[in-house]
């Protein structure tokens, strides 16, 4: 997998970003950890989309989820499914304290 930079600020514009793959991770996780809830529960999720936006503001990094179900579900399931989102585990690390340890050899 190929990270970089767009031209603008050095890169060769040969991959994603570093901000994007933050943002993949979290949709991909919020993706399959409802996908599995659901199939445990026995719900009818045929399919889920989840897309992740990103911007700086006011001096924070927001991250912005949008979740579309698509299935039989009725409006209970739904606010269930968005809760569980919430419990995802890359959303529990990039809301929960980090932190950074580094090293160099």
């Not at 445990?40 to 924070?60: M, N, P, Q, S, T």
């Not at 989820?65 to 606010?79: C, H, P, S, T, V």
């Amino acid at each position: 997998m190929l990270a970089d930079e767009p031209p603008a600020i050095g890169g060769e514009d040969t991959g994603f970003t570093p901000h994007q793959l933050l943002a993949a991770s979290l949709g991909a996780c919020t993706a399959l950890t409802l996908t599995l809830y659901a199939k445990r529960k026995g719900w009818d999720l045929a399919d889920i989309d989840v897309r992740v936006a990103y911007a700086e503001r006011d001096g924070a990094f927001v991250l912005e989820r949008r979740m579309r179900y698509i299935g039989q579900l009725d409006a209970e399931q739904k606010a269930r499914l968005t809760e569980i989102a919430n419990q995802c585990p890359i959303h529990k690390v990039l809301s929960g304290q980090i932190r950074i340890v580094s090293t160099a050899e």
